[in-house]
Structure formats: structure tokens, C-alpha cells
């Protein structure tokens, strides 16, 4: 008979515990809250459940979740990394994520969750320990990034010395790769830290931007988001009161209109197709703006990137709400995730689909 797991682990950005822990409450009212540390939360499954390891979570603030097998707690980096073999046994691992819960609040400069030193350090030592009689056959690249499907073992280092052993199949972007942690780098130093938040937006939406594409860039002051789109070959209309780098402003396929989102004439929208919006505002405040936009009978936008602020804590409970009015425009996929580089703030992608121009 196939195992049941007990618990589920989740991982999530320091201060988003209690956002996460509200919305599976909601979700998955049959969940147990078990235990957390700051960045890593564990729930107990009900005895009957079938959730299997490509199960969907719908949760804006899991940056990882999976299936619990138990803990690696051996006193020096080797005997642990034995400990994750034995606790993995005979499943059939197909790639091997370890990454580090988050350590520092949105406050912090250092906040951007990455794969840490420690974390290197923990999966080259389980890579270099896997028993010859293991079976395990990882891909190419030691099985850092997973192909759709592949069991996934999973090692999350809540402390230096306490490893939380697990595994998930992976399936969409974010569940291919250690911590969810969507990789960028950028080619130059970047205008703003924007340009990691959309350069992961548009690797976690997938979303089928064209070449050439024509975006519409609200709050695009100084620049990074508009930076990364120019650097795909993108056109941008940047619409900010604010003054735009002249890193940005040398590109030609850049315009800047210096106002307030409401006050841009409707017909400068009429060429573009793609959407994004970054201000420093409420989410009422900036889905009241794109709504005026993309409800207005002479402009066709196909899909969105929205950064929305939660400016109090209290408005993540609002998120279900936020999709269903975008979903209500006419956007029939619309998915919500907390990004590695976020603050207090979330990613709201939607997109039509087919797109009737
Ligand atoms: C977090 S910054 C945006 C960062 C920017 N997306 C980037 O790529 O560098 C927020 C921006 O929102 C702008 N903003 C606030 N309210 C706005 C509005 N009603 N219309 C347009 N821009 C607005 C501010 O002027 C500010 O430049």
C-alpha cells in the first residue's frame, strides 16, 4: 500500500507566518497547525487525506511545501547528511533541493531569500555521501533542478544543526527548484530592486510574452522593471509622477509619462497588451487604477504582473477577494505568490486566455 504522509512542511518569508497560517486555516480548515520557526511552518495531514506529492497548495505565501519524513539532526555536517539517506530510504529520488528557511525580515537589508553558503555546503555533503546501493539516479546537474514530475528530496535547514528531511513532485516553476527560489541574475547592475521582482514574476507566471511585446509600466519610477522588460527587446510605457533613471530614459523603446496613473489619456493604451504596476499605494488603490484601464472598451490587455502592497498584514486576508474582482474583468487565470525578493508585498498575475484582441 502507497504511505500516507503525516505532515506537511511549508516554507515562507520571515513575518508571512502568520498570513500563511490564516489562509490554510481558511483553505484547508482539515490541516493542524504542528510547528514553526520564523520562515518554516509544519502542519499534521488528516488521517484519510489523499493528497499526493504534486498536490496544489493555492497558497500566495508557501514559498516550498511537501511531504515531512522527519529530522536530521547528527552532529556534524557528515553524520547528518547519512541521517537524510537513511531517512529518504528506498524512494525514488530524482533531484535533491536544500536551502535554508528564511532568516531575515523584509526590514533587514540582507532580505531577498536565497540559497545560502550553509545550504551549499549541507547538499554537496549529501550528494558526496549517497550509499552506492541507494538506486537513486540524479539528473545531470546533481538533481538541482527537477523536471515536472520528478521526486523531489527536499532538505530545509531550519538551524545549522536540525535538517527537516521531505519530498514533493515537482510540477509548476517554483516547485522545481530548491526553496521555490526563481534564480536571476541580472546582466548590469539594476536601477532599482524591482527588476528582480518582475524578472521573477515573469519566470513564475510563464506567461507567453511575445517578442516585441508592449507593456504599460504603472509606478514605474526609477526603473528596474521597466530596465528588465527593455532588456528582453520589450516596449515600455513608463507612467510615474516620479524621475526615471537615464539608464532607463536612453533606451528607445522607453516613454515616460510623468503623471498619476488616472490621469494618463485612455488612447495611450491602445497598442499595449501587457500590464504591469509597482506603487507604493493600497491594493484598492492600484487594482482601482488597472481596473479603469483594462474595462475601457477601446483597450485590450491580455495579461498582468500587479505588485500589490500589504501595507498592514491584515489585507493578505483580502487576496481571494483581489482575485476574483481581476477575475471578474475577463481575466480567467489569475494566481497570487509572495516572490523571493518581495517585502510585504505580493505578486498578482492574470492573464485571458485565449486572447481575443
Ligand atoms: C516602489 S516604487 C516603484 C518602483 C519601480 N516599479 C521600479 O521599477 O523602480 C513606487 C512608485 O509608485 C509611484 N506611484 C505612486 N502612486 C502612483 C500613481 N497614482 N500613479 C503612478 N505612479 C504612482 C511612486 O511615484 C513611486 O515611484
Redesign the pocket.
Known amino acids: 500500500m502507497a504511505e500516507r504522509p503525516q505532515f506537511l512542511f511549508v516554507t515562507c518569508h520571515v513575518g508571512a507566518e502568520a498570513a500563511l497560517k490564516a489562509e490554510i486555516a481558511c483553505d484547508w480548515p482539515d490541516l493542524r497547525f504542528s510547528f514553526s520557526r520564523p520562515g518554516f511552518v509544519t502542519f499534521k495531514l488528516p488521517p484519510d487525506h489523499n493528497l499526493v506529492g504534486d498536490f496544489d497548495l493555492r497558497s500566495t505565501f508557501a514559498q516550498t511545501y511537501g511531504f515531512s519524513l522527519g529530522r536530521a539532526h547528527g552532529e556534524n555536517l557528515q553524520s547528518r547528511a547519512a541521517e537524510t539517506w537513511r531517512i529518504l530510504g528506498t524512494r525514488p529520488a530524482r533531484a535533491l533541493h536544500v536551502w535554508q528557511r528564511d532568516l531575515y525580515s523584509a526590514e533587514d537589508d540582507r532580505h531577498a531569500i536565497q540559497i545560502s553558503p550553509e545550504a551549499i555546503e549541507a547538499r554537496n555533503a549529501i550528494l558526496n555521501s549517497c550509499p552506492e546501493d541507494s538506486g537513486v539516479a540524479f539528473a545531470e546537474n546533481g538533481g538541482g533542478r527537477a523536471n515536472r514530475g520528478d521526486f523531489v528530496l527536499d532538505c530545509v535547514l531550519v538551524e545549522a544543526d536540525d535538517w527537516w528531511i521531505g519530498y514533493h513532485r515537482a510540477r509548476r516553476a517554483g516547485s522545481r527548484v530548491a526553496g521555490g527560489l526563481l534564480g536571476v541574475a541580472p546582466p548590469v547592475p539594476p536601477?532599482?530592486?524591482?527588476?528582480y521582482k518582475?524578472e521573477e514574476a515573469l519566470a513564475w507566471s510563464g506567461f507567453p510574452v511575445p517578442p516585441g511585446a508592449r507593456f504599460a509600466?504603472?509606478?514605474?519610477?526609477?526603473?528596474?522593471?521597466?530596465?528588465a522588460l527593455l532588456q528582453h527587446g520589450y516596449s515600455v510605457l513608463g507612467?510615474?509622477?516620479?524621475a526615471v533613471s537615464p539608464v532607463v530614459l536612453e533606451y528607445p523603446n522607453f516613454r515616460h509619462v510623468r503623471?498619476?496613473?488616472?490621469?494618463v489619456r485612455r488612447r495611450e493604451f491602445r497598442k499595449i497588451r501587457w500590464l504591469?504596476a509597482?506603487?507604493?499605494?493600497a491594493p484598492q488603490?492600484t487594482l482601482e487604477?488597472v481596473e479603469s484601464i483594462v474595462m475601457h472598451p477601446e483597450i485590450r490587455i491580455r495579461g498582468m504582473l500587479l505588485?500589490l502592497k500589504l501595507l498592514e498584514w491584515n489585507l493578505a486576508e483580502q487576496i481571494p477577494a483581489f482575485r476574483r474582482r481581476v477575475q471578474e474583468w475577463g481575466f480567467n487565470q489569475v494566481r497570487t505568490r509572495q516572490l523571493g525578493h518581495h517585502r510585504q508585498e505580493f505578486c498578482l498575475a492574470a492573464l485571458k486566455k485565449p486572447f481575443r484582441r
Open positions: 536601477v532599482s530592486r524591482a527588476w518582475i509600466d504603472l509606478g514605474c519610477a526609477p526603473g528596474g522593471t521597466s530596465q507612467i510615474d509622477p516620479g503623471c498619476r496613473a488616472p490621469q504591469t509597482d506603487m507604493n499605494v488603490y487604477a505588485t
